[in-house]
């Protein structure tokens, strides 16, 4: 049986998820029978709630899945946590096999969950589409591993790399569909996270649940700036300063300033301390640039234009460099079209 089209569709299902069950991992599960037909499917809807393949396993009853075959992209775990384990599960539903996309990297569940299914004489197939389940969930794997806050940097340049003209005018460079993809793309991340010059210069909303303003000087209007009319706000400042400002959904977190710029570093774990499992870079490129060295992802939309003008702003621009060699490279994740412009994905 080939079960990479299972583990696909595990995946979009588990992508029903985004945005709703940080820090937890996206999880789908697909239950098929000995000719490959889909006898139920499920996914964690958000945390706390059911683990994927128990929300599969209780659409059904016990009688319809006995000597069925179990495909999901995260192993199942093993652990009482907000739900009872789903190996347990899975054993007293009489499943022939499971089949898992990849090991879980929670140290309570790392291979305990396959350990209890094997012992219990269920058949595990490992690793089907691997890099892809991987990739599913990097946020979490980073949460688990490093116990670090997942970065990404969302940019949206001309063909010359260029993000607004001398004059700092950049509305639109790419199209409407590409816009609305963004959207999508915020929805992945706890928190977006820009600078001071973004909302005086553009005075965005931004729409999104938590945002994260970098505000060394504390110099943009809490009270009449649009990002700040909704969601919960994290302000970042110089711990010289003080503000006596205070409004109900703004959190203000003094920090230090390291060469006339506030430490990332500090403002990251910052962010984790505060739940803030990953978070997206929507910023210019000085404050890209101080974030591509935390960056594990970058979403960069390209229009088909050309500003030809070296006094235009750059996408990345707070170093000099000599030599190429000097470059920082990423490896190309994905390529979509959102025309007429494109969407790269890249890792680090
Ligand atoms: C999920 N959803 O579909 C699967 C998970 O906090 P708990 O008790 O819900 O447990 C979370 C852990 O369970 C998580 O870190 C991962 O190791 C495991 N599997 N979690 O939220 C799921 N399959
Ligand atoms: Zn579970």
């Known amino acids: 049986m080939n079960y990479e089209l299972y583990m696909k569709r595990c ?13 937890n991992p996206l999880v789908g599960c697909v239950v098929i029978d000995d ?21 599969a396993l209780l659409k059904t009853p016990p009688d319809k899945t006995e ?32 089949v898992i996309g990849m090991r879980d990297v929670n140290p309570i569940v790392a291979g305990n969950g396959i350990k209890k299914l094997k012992d219990a004489g269920i058949e595990v197939i490992e690793d089907v589409l691997n890099k892809e389940c991987l990739a599913l969930n990097a946020v979490f794997i980073k949460n688990m591993t490093q116990h ?13 790399g260029k993000v607004a003209t001398s004059s700092g005018s950049s509305k639109w460079i790419t199209s409407a569909l590409a816009r609305e993809e963004v959207k999508t793309i915020r929805n992945r991340y706890d928190a977006i996270l820009t600078s001071a010059s973004t ?65 990332i570093k ?52 707070y170093r000099k460099v000599n030599e190429i060699s000097e470059s920082i490279n990423f490896t190309i994740e994905d390529v979509k079209h959102f025309s007429p412009d494109i969407l790269i994905t890249l890792t680090k």
């Open 11 to 23: 995946i979009e299902l588990a992508k029903g998820g985004e945005g709703k069950v940080s820090p």
């Open 35 to 55: 000719i490959g037909n889909v006898i139920t499917e499920g996914y964690h809807t958000k945390c706390g709630f059911n683990h994927a393949e128990r929300d």
């Open 67 to 98: 000597g069925a075959t179990l495909i999901v992209n995260l192993e199942p775990c093993s652990h009482f946590g907000k739900t009872p384990p789903c190996a347990d599960l899975i054993i007293e539903r009489k499943i022939k096999r499971v």
């Open 148 to 160: 670090k806050t997942y970065v990404a940097i969302k940019t949206a340049t001309t063909l010359d």
């Open 199 to 263: 909302v005086l210069a553009d005075n965005p909303t931004m729409q999104h649940r938590k945002k994260v303003i970098l505000d060394r000087n504390l110099k943009t209007d809490y009270k009449n700036a649009k990002i700040y009319k909704e969601g919960e706000i994290y302000v970042f400042y110089d711990s010289n300063l003080t503000t006596t400002y205070q409004g109900p959904n703004i959190k203000f977190i003094p920090a230090p300033v390291i060469s006339d710029k506030l430490d």
């Open 266 to 317: 500090f403002i990251l774990e910052k962010l984790y301390e505060e739940g803030i499992m990953s978070v997206l870079v929507e910023a210019g490129g000085h404050l890209n640039g101080s974030f591509i060295e935390y960056a594990d992802k970058i979403y960069q939309f390209i229009a088909p234009k050309i500003i030809g003008d070296n006094n235009a702003l750059s996408a990345y621009d």
